[in-house]
């Protein structure tokens, strides 16, 4: 089955920066979208980042962009997500997403689909 791992989060001062991995296993992902999401303590999930198979398109909510760049490794089955001037708003567990079916970039209202990883924990003190 679909298996996603998360790493490279991590405790971090606000201004800093940090690269979070994704590696997914299970099948093929050719053609598959890949998203970021993130919940805050007490909030819902939400949207962070998208990119579509080829790498072309990316998609991201509007309080991360020029901020965060998420990338992609088909070779490696490896998405990436690499945080810059982080902020104390920018704390919460952050997962990796994949779709049931290949497809391009969903809008930021896409909740996601049924593959989510464990989460990798991100904190930014101010």
């Known amino acids: 089955q679909v298996q996603l791992v998360e790493s490279g989060g991590g405790l971090v001062q606000a201004g800093g920066s940090l690269r979070l991995s994704c590696a997914a296993s299970?099948?093929?992902?050719?053609?598959?979208?890949m998203y970021w999401y993130r919940q805050a303590p007490g909030k819902e999930r939400e949207f962070v980042a998208a990119?579509?198979?080829?790498?072309?398109?990316?998609s991201y909510t509007d309080s991360v962009k020029g901020r965060f760049t998420i990338s992609r490794d088909n070779a490696k089955n490896t998405v990436y997500l690499q945080m810059n001037n982080l902020k104390p708003e920018d704390t919460a567990i952050y997962y990796c997403?994949?779709?049931?079916?290949?497809?391009?970039?969903?809008?930021?209202?896409?909740?996601?689909?049924?593959?989510w990883g464990q989460g990798t924990q991100v904190t930014v003190s101010s």
């Open positions: 299970g099948r093929t992902f050719s053609g598959y979208a």
């Open positions: 997403n994949v779709p049931e079916q290949p497809g391009p970039v969903r809008g930021t209202w896409y909740h996601g689909g049924p593959y």
């Open positions: 990119i579509s198979w080829s790498g072309a398109t990316t």
